[in-house]
């Protein structure tokens, strides 16, 4: 009798196992809840898992409920716990049936203790001091016991140990726990290395010398995995690979060398594009830019004579959404790219381009800018923080229809000037970091042409991570032209002034309706300035899923000329917006209000744009 009692017991439980996975297996996951966390937030906690739950009246369904991923999700959380000291943390669930197929997902957590660091001991570093270890991993007895900072810095440093020769760097780390945690850690540093051979894989239709001057670590050089990722990016740069992989073998404990294996993917050499969708485009050189329905294509070639050398040639026409008649803007060019200039690395493109631009709506019928001419531009990059990129352009230029401007054609003769220092942490979307720019220009002079000028543009960038995902941003910009002597008409071309007003300047005014302006037949027709200063702020946050926002305050005004600036004249704005995560970058819709300029009136003005203002 005893043993289909035992039997009979063993089926139950195992029933009872398998039951949330038979009832609910598939069902629509419609909240996620939980219960028993104090130390970690919920919004921290939610954002750790993979599945999700419906949201916004369906907008957005609820994950398929699989018996095996909540309990991965578990393990999960339970992990993260661990990583901040929670080393007795547990974390089980409840499951509820709601309706229409539909369950809720209950993580009950247990925290436990929190275990503090009693101190550490370091064993085995020469070449990185143990001070450095001490800094990098933030070890500070009595501080809260973080699994997950002694990773990220452990990371860290075997990182800093493979850019200054050490590729087989082993750091060993465990801990003793009592009532406090004891963390021990054991370096094996290996020998200094060297770069045995560099050997290049199959690359048809590409000369090796071309392959050779992308890769900027040889023979004989110290080991270092910052050269090693720069020289792929360099390789996958030139367009000519689908896919570049770097990686070593052949360790020769006694030479203390190890030799590279470059593997490339080739691409197509030749192709024809087509593209159709919105993007963004500015009217003017320092207008904010406006959203377009844009229309292009063209063919290009990749590697003309083997050499890494490319011709491109496109034609494109856009207007600006929602309005649809085309084209106003039409633009034609071939391009021709030499990507080494005298055996440096700065890519050089010849450009002779034809553009046209239908200003009717902003100036009135009739009114339009048309510039045919040659642009070479030259850019030099160092790692991804650096960049300069200088170009000198001729071009005729004829703008018609416009009050107060000089309808004959005019002649550009122009050296332009980019200085960047990037370092954010992510292009899209940067949490840390800052963004530094100078834009110095001069048009005429001792180059020639009509007008005779020189300007200069800065701006510089600041992200921060102010708690969890919740980053606070901000930017200031300043810009000045000054016309030059030999100039008799005294004016700076209506394209090369500065504009404010926008979805990336000044929001809760239109596109370049702050600054002077002009009534013409009814219509405010912005007349640009040549002394601009003004900035932003704003607070960046998530919300839900793919769906973020922002509140903001912008400044600033646009002058005629730097001796009319007056500090009272600076106008204010605030307002928030909304952002849509993309694969391409974050899309947005901000709403913005005047709030000392009654002349322009209290409504609110709504701003839709690709990529954030900053």
Do not use: C
């Not at 021990?184 to 239709?205: H, L, M, N, S």
């Not at 009114?367 to 960049?387: A, D, N």
């Amino acid at each position: 009798m005893l043993i289909p009692i035992i039997l009979l017991s063993m089926i139950t439980a195992t029933l009872g196992q398998a039951a949330p996975s038979v009832v609910f297996d598939g069902a629509e996951i419609g909240s996620i809840k939980f219960t028993g966390n104090e130390a970690i937030s919920n919004s921290d906690l939610k954002d750790l898992l993979t599945i999700h739950a419906r949201i916004l009246w369906g907008i957005r369904a609820g994950s398929p409920y699989n018996f095996r991923q909540v309990n991965r999700e578990k393990a999960i959380l339970a992990n993260y716990y661990r990583q901040f000291g929670f080393l007795d943390a547990v974390v089980n669930d409840t499951l509820t049936a709601l309706e229409k197929n539909r369950i809720k997902v209950e993580f009950r957590i247990t925290e436990g203790k929190q275990y503090y660091l009693k101190g550490f001991n370091l064993r085995g570093n020469k070449v990185i001091p143990t001070a450095d270890y001490i800094r990098e991993l933030k070890l500070r007895p009595g501080i809260p016991f973080s699994r997950y900072e002694i990773q990220n810095g452990l990371q860290r440093l075997v990182r800093r140990y493979e850019t200054i020769g050490y590729p087989g760097v082993f750091i060993q780390d465990s801990v003793a726990v009592s009532d406090s945690v004891e963390l021990f850690i054991k370096i094996f540093e290996g020998d200094f290395t060297r770069i045995g051979r560099v050997v290049i894989g199959e690359a048809p239709g590409v000369e090796q010398s071309i392959i050779k001057r992308e890769v900027v670590i040889g023979n004989g050089d110290m080991y270092n995995i910052d050269l090693i990722e720069e020289s792929q990016r360099r390789l996958f740069e030139t367009g000519l690979f689908n896919g570049v992989n770097i990686t070593s073998s052949d360790l020769d404990t006694v030479a203390d060398i190890v030799n590279l294996n470059i593997d490339l993917i080739m691409s197509k050499f030749r192709s024809v594009d087509f593209d159709f969708g919105l993007k963004q485009e500015a009217l003017k050189e320092y207008a904010d830019p406006l959203l377009n329905l844009n229309v292009e294509g063209g063919w290009r070639h990749k590697n003309i004579d083997q050499a890494g050398r490319k011709l491109q040639v496109s034609l494109s026409a856009s207007t600006r959404f929602p309005e649809i008649y085309l084209p106003q803007k039409f633009r034609g060019d071939i391009i021709f790219t030499e990507p080494w200039l005298l055996k440096f690395r700065t890519p050089t493109s010849v450009n002779p381009f034809f553009e046209y631009q239908d200003w009717s709506g902003i100036y009135g019928a009739g009114s339009f800018h048309r510039k045919y001419g040659l642009q070479i531009t030259s850019l030099y990059r160092w790692f991804r923080t650096v960049q300069a990129r200088g170009q000198l352009e001729w071009s005729k230029v004829q703008t018609q229809g416009i009050s107060n401007e000089e309808d004959k054609p005019i002649e550009q003769r122009i050296y332009s000037l980019i200085l960047r220092l990037d370092r954010k942490n992510n292009f899209f979307t940067p949490s840390e970091g800052y963004l530094f720019e100078i834009k110095p220009k001069l048009m005429g002079a001792f180059l020639g042409g009509t007008h005779h000028f020189v300007q200069l543009e800065t701006s510089y960038s600041r992200y921060h991570r102010l708690f969890g995902r919740v980053v606070g941003a901000a930017r200031v910009v300043t810009g000045i032209t000054r016309v030059l002597p030999q100039d008799t008409s005294g004016v700076v071309p209506i394209n090369h002034r500065f504009y404010l007003g926008g979805n990336s300047s000044v929001r809760g005014y239109q596109n370049q309706q702050l600054g002077p302006l002009s009534l013409e037949e009814g219509n405010i027709v912005p007349l640009g300035g040549n002394f601009e200063v003004y900035g932003n702020f704003e607070i960046r946050f998530p919300i839900v899923w793919i769906i973020g926002g922002e509140v903001f305050f912008d400044w600033g005004n646009l002058w005629t000329d730097p001796k009319f600036a007056n500090i009272g004249d600076i106008k204010l704005a605030t307002g928030f917006g909304i952002t849509f995560a993309t694969p391409i970058g974050p899309a947005r819709i901000d709403f913005g209000k005047p709030l000392n300029d009654s002349s322009y009136g209290t409504g609110w003005n709504i701003h839709v744009a690709i990529s954030h203002a900053f």
